[in-house]
């Protein structure tokens, strides 16, 4: 499975930005896919992941109620709606997919730089 993480840039704090990830397979995206970001000087942070069922997990302590993830499977995409942007949230994001019953993501996109401007 490829991933092609779109939608990133530069935004002011308080604003949006919708990321996207399309998956290159024929036979749909992995039952688990996910949003990561990695801040300068920070470790990789699991943001937002969503099932082929629809449920959900946010990083509650920083996200939770600003982000908002998504995933159409006729499409084979996963969005990230991303409102009320912080400067905190600046990072390279990554979209990444896991298969049913691995226990790591084993399938990564390229990364998409978002920049929140205080």
């Known amino acids: 499975v490829q991933l092609q993480a779109s939608g990133g840039g530069l935004v002011q704090a308080g604003g949006s930005l919708r990321l996207s990830c399309t998956a290159s397979?024929?036979?749909?995206?992995?039952?688990?896919m996910a949003w990561f970001r990695r801040a300068p000087g920070k470790e990789r942070q699991l943001v937002a992941s969503i099932a082929e069922n629809g449920g959900t997990t946010y990083d509650s302590n920083s996200v939770k109620g600003r982000f908002t993830i998504s995933r159409e499977s006729t499409r084979n995409t996963v969005s990230l709606q991303m409102n009320s942007l912080k400067p905190d949230d600046t990072a390279v994001y990554y979209c990444?997919?896991?298969?049913?019953?691995?226990?790591?993501?084993?399938?990564w996109g390229q990364g998409t730089q978002v920049t929140v401007s205080s």
């Open positions: 990444a997919g896991r298969s049913w019953g691995k226990s790591e993501y084993d399938f």
């Open positions: 397979r024929r036979f749909g995206m992995p039952y688990w």
